[in-house]
């Protein structure tokens, strides 16, 4: 499956111009390596219930949730948003990677009466503040009543398509699936680009530096199979109240048990980091290294990095010790140590291209997470900008 990285010439404004459509007008993203897999028959809503860590029967149908799956050990197999369009349907749209297979492995030997499979149904996402402007020319039906995670049946070019208000940027946006993909693509596509333009924008890759800003996580980069939700700003995902069993379940609720006690099961956190050397416009090609700056040892790793032209810096996101964070907090390590104001350095290893030196790494602190707060705040920011609120009056 490929994905496309850039459109716009580095003559004609390259990713800064690309990053402009996105935050000021409109971009149109090809995400259809998000594949769709349904899970359908009388036991879905408890099939699901059981792969992910949050509560499926919260979820109406119409509507969908963030959600994540994890293995025995508490790793995170995929994340992905997880929609419901009837009662005994569910859609995981996952990240670009697979989780067919795991799925229908959970199902032997247990007596969940449900159908899975991979379905012709591919997305596109119409993100940034004019996108509620281009959906509606295009379905010709208000959006404004249409909640964050909602889901709108419509047509476009005569084609059925689902549409919901999600995205993976942090700005306004909605996500278009095209069913029966293989022969409707270019049926839908080109009336949207079409439309999409005529607001002002154009098709541009999916913006990484904004995700990196919006504190939103890439499967592969910032988290796998081997990293708990604790260690990577999702631990609002494991829930206090599911009284239901999942995979995973016992060891998750045990890391949260340790975390609670002061202690942290893992060696290294995820953090938001900003940092000097020259902006970084293109894809990370690699996970460089962290280092402490009083040592020069080698600590830590960057999984995600780019030039954030709002926040006029390198941000990035990099695994650190646990250990260092701790002995600089009485938070706990959990998702709370993001928004917390703590005065710590390290040095990251650039590429040549990007360092102040050659050879030589730039210095870095550390940042709240995220770096810049996104249009329609997840479950974590909600909670916090209540907690604010709640402060301030």
């Keep these: 499956m490929y994905h496309p990285r850039a459109y716009i010439d580095p003559e004609d404004g390259g990713s800064e111009a690309e990053y402009d459509l996105l935050v000021n007008h409109v971009a149109l993203w090809d995400v259809a390596v998000e594949r769709q897999i349904r899970v359908e028959g009388p036991d879905a809503e408890a099939f699901v219930d059981y792969v992910i860590t949050r509560d499926a029967t919260d979820i109406e149908p119409m509507r969908g949730k963030y959600a994540i799956c994890c293995n025995e050990d508490g790793g995170i197999l995929n994340d992905f948003v997880l929609l419901r369009p009837d009662d005994d349907e569910f859609w995981f749209s996952i990240a670009d990677s697979d989780l067919i297979q795991w799925l229908q492995g959970v199902t032997v030997g247990n007596d969940f009466e ?13 993100q940034g503040p004019k996108s509620p402007d281009v959906i509606e020319s295009l379905i010709d039906d208000a959006v404004e009543d249409v909640p964050y995670y909602g889901l709108l049946e419509a047509t476009i070019n005569d084609v059925p398509v689902l549409v919901s208000q999600t995205g993976f940027s942090g700005e306004a946006g909605f996500e278009i699936y095209v069913r029966e993909a293989t022969t409707n693509a270019e049926a839908v596509w080109d009336p949207v680009l079409e439309t999409v333009k005529d607001h002002g924008g154009a098709a541009t890759p999916v913006n990484g530096r904004r995700r990196i800003a919006a504190g939103i996580l890439s499967l592969g980069q910032d988290m796998d199979r081997e990293t708990s ?51 970084i416009l293109e894809w990370a090609s690699d996970f460089w290294l962290i280092s402490d700056p009083e040592t020069g040892d080698e600590c830590g790793y960057l999984t995600s990095a780019g030039w954030n032209p709002d926040l006029g810096a390198n941000i990035g996101l990099g695994f650190v010790p646990a250990a260092t964070l701790q002995a600089a907090t009485d938070v706990p390590l959990d998702d709370s140590i993001y928004d917390a104001d703590l005065d710590l350095e390290f040095e990251v290893h650039l590429p040549d291209e990007y360092a102040e030196e050659p050879g030589e790494p730039v210095y870095a602190t550390l940042a709240k997470v995220p770096f810049k707060e996104s249009v329609n705040p997840s479950a974590r920011e909600q909670a916090k900008i209540h907690a604010r609120d709640d402060v301030d009056e």
Excluded: C
């Design 229 to 279: 939700p604790f260690q990577v700003n999702l631990g609002y995902q494991v829930p206090d109240d599911k009284d239901g069993d999942y995979v995973g379940k016992a060891e998750l609720e045990r890391q949260k048990e340790a975390i609670a006690d002061g202690e942290f099961p893992f060696t290294h956190k995820l953090v938001g980091l900003k940092m000097a050397g020259e902006p």
């Design 114 to 126: 449900v159908d899975i499979d991979e379905i012709d149904v591919s997305p596109m996402q119409v």
